[in-house]
């Protein structure tokens, strides 16, 4: 017996009166099956019905279902049959009324000589059904009729009688009524029934009820014949309706029929054709057979595969034969297939081409007439069922070219069929084209007379609408995004007719495809032609009635018109849906209707501009950096702004359109860290969109409007996050909280979190956030507390974002009283959470608070130290953050602070991690193991720090500094000498160094002292690895050269610092690299100032030595690989150096060019500093052509008049003054003529002493 467990429901057919009916698939074989379910009231009941199920078991018959077993199940008994794919025979003629179709004599005779073979079968084997009506007949996949629902029959005896009743139906035998005996003939009366309405689609006797039924055929004749017009026919049907049972044909004498004995004859030299190829159909029997039980076996595709060949085999074997031959071994074939198809589930890899291909060509073969239903069907299966790229395989071989030639055939169903394969395979294809693009066009191309064909044969003669219909959305997919051509045009009528009929199940499909058609602006005038649009315009307007997929359509359709038309086009639009009709869809509570309605909106409104970004988008998407700079330097983003102006009080009218305009911005933005000075200048895209985020209404901000700064590139520079946060960008990203969109609070958050966690390494350890006070003013730190008070109406996604943006905002200082513990408990249960997306930036955030040590009770409080230790073993991002925390904790704390951070350490973790590969990691673990081995040594530099950061040096002595100083010293010499476990407190004593240095500036001869503090540093330095972390000790010994006077820098140049720096002038660090810089500009400034006018920097013979020249010809000679602000300093050594000296030619114009432009700068320090390197080059007469070109002089005379600030005035002065000095006679004549003296000599009366005498100098100069 089958078990319950391997079925699984499908789909119900319904409930009868004292039984159910459904679809299951079998779990193992994927096969289908019907489920009858027949209530039982005892056990006794099932054994008696499964002795009987296994008797109908064991019959096989081509026209008889057949049955597999049963199970029972909560009290019903469940037998389960064969599956047949098209359904019953009652649904058939239900459908032929509907389309007033009647069956073909040939169709009668063959229907009714395969059940007068299956009820023979039936009551040869002493079956007798008793309840045969149209509804308990089935269809098979070929379109074979099978008897069903024989399961409550029951067996007969040796007699012929049977005195049980039936249950009453409307086609019982009159001898039933009355409860006479009856024999068999009651199912040739049935047949009789069935047969007249196959014939004339309706019953042969009064049905209104059961009692006229009863009185009509006991006493009355059967209806006339209309539609069965053959004598023979007419002959069966009248002799199946004979009232007296004796009289009636047995199933046998039927089968003696001239007409129906020539079908059976066709079947039996069918059979006899079939022994020519039965070893091939043996072999797929078995395969079969072998799949069911084995399904799962790893070797199913293979057998699939071998069905498949020998299908195939079947295929060429048949081909050269007699068309009979030919006919009939393809409709097994197909036969096969289909059931193949429908009763297994195959693997990718089982399907053949092969097949297919072998099954065209015969069908190309046959006659017309020969083309049945089956052929066709069993390509229709394997384009639906089969995976795409099988569709394709068809499609080049041009299956869909062979079977259209068939739309000529005289059966509907043939044509619906072909009709319908040709949909399928092209819809498929359509996959492959982005709909939302504009310029796709349908990937293969067809032959005219193809088309013509479909056109003629479908669509303008289809037989049935639905071929029609098929023919027409297959051309209309075809010609996606191409113009029509004029032989073709009545697809799009036909396509519009659909449309119009809001009662057509075609008419979604009838609409997409006129979208593809629209997408061509060629085909809008036959589109638009008959008030097209009016009838699409009340898709959209009469809400109510319209169902929501085909009002989204509509809305698509438009669209794709208004992106593709011209003025006409839109006029049209627009004077069958205003724009205060279209704005009322904007308001639809469905969201895909809205934005398209949006969409449609921008196109009417700003269809240039949303052309123009459109093309913008498709053309920089792949552009590389360089390209997307020049764009920005031509403009774009002014373009952007200028949208973002239109559209910020919110109107739909522009809304997509700046959205499109955001998208572009961001492609430009992308990546792009030279964007950011051009997205930062005054007026410019930051500016522009703060204001506009503060200006748009809440309910009409987009995610796209946050993505641009998304992705701003600003890490690199701690002057553009400045700016960042002086534009009101932080306060307008915590207006986006008011959102009620999720995602765009979230969003905002997380822009948040990324500007100010990369501010954190900018701001110094220990300094407080300097906007915290203006996000305070502007109520952004109190929509972030609100946030944290209400935590549990919020997502937590914004919830942690808060919390931690609130720890980068209260950096160095103390947490609000009514939110600190919050804070710090939902920072914590982030780090508790590993693989939490926001851990990284919670152990910042965290860092940031534990610089304050009033926070520290808290953060101690709430065992955080252990979840952070635990992330000791994570991944390097959370390692170097966990590290840097501990650190941070032990550095700003107490003393009951460091014992409990020192307890929670496993001291063995650390220094396996003092071997890590991240240098951060290493530095802070060595560090921590500092803190552990020699806490007093670190608790001193502290003391030290406190001191000078709380201006408690006064309090010191000069002898209390000064042994400070030594202590760090000493301290600094173990260092050195690498003393094992020291290294990690080299961080706390450079620091202390620096503060004593900057406070104490007495100091700095004790700290030059030779074997001193600065000897110690330039030792480390030289002595280190690239890989070795060196910040703290360059940052102090930049304190020391930038501290000290030029005498003294005279003296530290001497001491080697040069060659030390330059072997870690290749850092990767970046802050590292930026110092090193710095040393090298403040030194070669005192070089080129410690020299007398025309004489050479004093260094530049040691630097030369030491290679540094070299290194930075080739920074300046590709100034796209290094950082604009490193590139400016790497100008000024180079500059200062060569003072008096000519510049190398490959790098000459880049500097000299470099220094005018920002000789021109608007800050002051930037300006003196290009001035005064562009004098000491002036000191050099080879150098003078590359200065004073461009109108250069004139400018500067130019600014002179323009009274610039008196430090800037002063270097214009002397510039020009060492040009006329150090210029030969035809150049002098030539810059003298390019001075206004009226000018200069001004300044010889200005109150400042030094511009009034070199302005005289200079004055004097010219009269000479």
Same mark, same amino acid.
């Given at each position: ?248 044909? $047995? ?19 069918? $059979? ?95 006659? #017309? ?646 000897? #110690? ?248």
């Amino acid at each position: 017996m089958l078990s319950a467990d391997q079925f699984v429901e499908e789909q119900g057919l319904g409930k009868g009166s004292f039984s159910s009916q459904a679809v299951f698939h079998d779990k193992l074989t994927g096969k289908r099956a019907i489920i009858n379910q027949i209530p039982y009231a005892n056990d006794s009941d099932v054994a008696k019905a499964h002795k009987e199920i296994i008797t109908l078991e064991a019959l096989r018959n081509d026209f008889v279902v057949r049955y597999f077993g049963c199970f029972p199940k909560l009290k019903k008994l469940n037998i389960v049959t064969e599956y047949c794919y098209k359904g019953d025979l009652q649904k058939y003629i239900e459908r032929m009324k509907e389309e007033r179709k009647f069956i073909s004599e040939e169709e009668f005779f063959e229907y009714a000589a395969q059940l007068a073979s299956g009820i023979a079968f039936l009551h040869k084997n002493k079956i007798l059904h008793r309840n045969l009506k149209p509804s308990s007949i089935y269809i098979s996949e070929r379109g074979r009729l099978k008897i069903g629902e024989i399961g409550i029959s029951l067996a007969l005896d040796s007699e012929d009688y049977m005195n049980s009743m039936a249950e009453k139906r409307l086609f019982l035998s009159p001898e039933i009524i009355p409860k006479l005996n009856y024999t068999e003939k009651v199912d040739m009366w049935a047949l009789g029934t069935i047969l007249f309405c196959l014939g004339e689609i309706y019953h042969p006797f009064n049905t209104l009820s059961e009692i006229e039924y009863s009185k009509s055929i006991t006493e009355k004749p059967p209806a006339h014949f209309v539609n069965i017009k053959n004598p023979s026919a007419q002959k069966l049907v009248l002799s199946l309706l004979d009232k007296n049972p004796a009289k009636r044909p $047995s199933a046998e004498d039927v089968l003696k029929n001239p007409e129906i004995a020539a079908r059976i004859d066709l079947w039996d030299k069918f $059979s006899k054709n079939r022994s020519q190829f039965g070893s091939h159909l043996g072999r797929v029997s078995w395969l079969r057979e072998d799949i069911s039980e084995n399904n799962c076996n790893s070797n199913v595709a293979l057998k699939f595969n071998e069905i498949f060949n020998e299908l195939t085999k079947i295929l060429v074997w048949a081909r050269g034969k007699r068309f009979q031959i030919t006919e009939e071994a393809s409709e097994v074939v197909c036969e096969v297939i289909s059931m193949i198809l429908t009763d297994f589930i195959l693997p990718n890899s089982a399907w053949s081409i092969d097949v297919v291909k072998e099954l065209q060509i015969v069908i190309g073969t046959l006659r #017309l007439e020969a083309v049945k239903y089956i052929h066709i069907n069993t390509l229709e299966l394997f384009a639906l069922i089969g995976p795409d790229s099988l569709c394709h395989e068809m499609l080049k071989l041009g299956i869909l070219q062979s079977i259209a030639k068939s739309l000529k055939s005289e059966k509907d169903i043939v044509c619906e069929c072909i009709s319908s394969t040709i949909n399928i395979i092209i819809k498929k294809e359509m996959k492959k084209i982005d709909i939302s693009k504009i310029n796709q066009t349908f990937p293969v191309s067809f032959e005219e007379e193809y088309l013509k064909v479909l056109n003629d044969e479908g669509v303008v003669k289809g037989r049935t609408a639905l071929t029609k219909t098929n023919s027409a959305v297959a051309l209309g997919w075809i010609f996606h995004g191409a113009q029509l051509p004029d032989t073709l045009s009545d697809v799009i009528t036909h396509l519009k007719i659909e449309v119009k009929e809001n009662c057509t199940s075609n008419q979604l499909t009838a609409l997409i495809a006129l979208c593809s058609l629209a997408i061509s602006q060629q085909n809008h005038s036959r589109i638009l032609v008959g008030g097209f649009i009016k009838d699409i315009s009340q898709f959209l307007i009469k809400k109510k009635t319209v169902e929501l997929t085909m009002r989204d359509k509509s809305l698509q359709f438009l669209v794709t018109l208004s992106a593709t038309g011209d003025n006409d086009t839109l006029s049209a639009i627009q004077n069958f849906l205003p724009l205060k009709d279209l704005l009322l869809i904007v308001q639809d509570e469905n969201s895909d209707i809205s934005e398209k309605a949006k969409i449609l909106c921008s196109w009417i409104n700003c269809k240039d501009e949303m052309i123009k970004y459109k093309k913008l988008i498709q053309k920089y998407q792949r552009k590389n950096i360089e390209e997307r700079i020049n764009a920005i330097k031509n403009g774009a983003l002014q373009d952007v702004c200028q949208m973002l102006e239109l559209g910020k009080d919110g109107n739909s009218e522009s809304e997509v359109c700046v959205n499109h305009a955001c998208e572009f911005a961001s492609i430009l933005l992308d990546k792009n860290f030279d964007a950011m000075p051009f997205a930062l200048e005054e007026g410019g895209f930051v500016d522009t969109l703060v204001g506009f985020l503060n200006t748009i209404p809440m309910n009409k901000v987009n995610v796209q409007h946050l993505k641009p700064i998304q992705l701003l590139k600003f890490a690199e520079s701690e002057d553009q996050l400045r700016l960042l946060f002086e534009k009101g960008l932080i306060g307008a990203l915590c207006r986006m909280l008011d959102s009620q969109n999720y995602e765009i609070r979230f969003k905002a958050t997380i822009n948040m979190g990324r500007i100010l966690n990369a501010h954190k390494a900018f701001i110094g350890d220990g300094n407080t956030n300097p906007f915290q006070k203006d996000l305070e003013r502007n109520g952004s730190i109190w929509r972030l507390s609100q946030i944290v008070k209400g935590n549990n109406k919020i997502y937590k996604g914004i919830l942690k974002m808060a919390s931690i943006l609130l720890g980068f905002l209260y950096k160095s200082a103390v947490l609000p009283e009514n939110i600190g513990e919050s804070v710090i408990r939902i920072i914590g249960d982030i780090i508790m959470d590993n693989e939490d997306m926001f851990v990284n930036q919670a152990l910042n955030s965290l860092s940031a608070i534990a610089e304050c040590e009033d926070n520290h009770p808290a953060i101690i409080s709430q065992n955080i130290l252990l979840d952070v230790n635990y992330l000791l073993s994570s991944n390097e991002e959370n390692i170097c953050c966990a590290t840097s925390l501990l650190c941070t904790l032990l550095a700003n704390g107490n003393s009951e602070t460091q014992v409990a951070v020192i307890n929670s350490m496993q001291i063995d973790k650390i220094k396996e991690l003092k071997k890590h590969s991240n240098k951060i990691i290493r530095q802070n673990s060595k560090e921590l193991i500092s803190w552990i081995v020699y806490p007093n040594y670190l608790k001193k530099n502290l003391e030290i720090i406190k001191n000078m950061n709380q201006n408690n040096e006064a309090e010191m002595s000069d002898l209390q500094k000064e042994e400070s100083l030594e202590e760090t010293f000493k301290l600094l010499k173990r260092i050195k000498q690498e003393e094992e476990d020291i290294e990690g407190s080299t961080k706390l004593t450079c620091r202390a160094i620096s503060m004593l240095i900057e406070r104490n500036l007495y100091l700095l001869p004790k700290i030059v002292e030779v074997e001193g503090i600065l000897d #110690l540093l330039i030792a480390i330095i030289g002595e280190s690895d690239q890989e070795d972390f060196l910040l703290s000790q360059i940052e102090t010994l930049y304190s020391i050269v930038c501290e000290s006077r030029d005498e003294l820098r005279k003296e530290i140049f001497s001491r080697g610092i040069i060659k030390s720096l330059m072997k870690h002038i290749q850092s990767k660090d970046q802050n590292v690299f930026s110092n090193i810089l710095n040393i090298l500009a403040q030194l070669a400034e005192t070089g080129s100032s410690y020299a007398k006018d025309g004489e050479l920097n004093k260094f530049k013979e040691q630097i030369e030595t030491d290679e540094v020249i070299i290194k930075l010809i080739e920074w300046i000679s590709i100034p796209d690989n290094i950082n604009k602000e490193y590139f400016h300093n790497a100008i000024l050594i180079q500059s200062f150096i060569f003072k008096a000296s000519q510049l190398p030619n490959e790098c000459s114009s880049i500097i000299i060019n470099h220094l005018k432009t920002n000789s021109k700068n608007t800050d002051q320090d930037m300006s003196c500093s290009a001035l005064t390197a562009l004098t000491g080059l002036a000191e050099c007469e080879a150098n003078h052509v590359l200065i004073i070109t461009d109108g250069f002089v004139r400018e500067l005379t130019f600014n002179l008049k323009r009274k610039m600030q008196e430090r800037v005035n002063i270097k214009i002065l002397q510039l020009l003054l060492t040009l006329i000095n150090h210029s030969s006679s035809e150049l002098k004549a030539t810059l003298i003529s390019s001075i206004s003296s009226s000018a200069v000599l001004q300044l010889t009366f200005c109150r400042n002493m030094e511009v009034s005498q070199i302005a005289q100098q200079l004055h004097s100069s010219l009269i000479v």
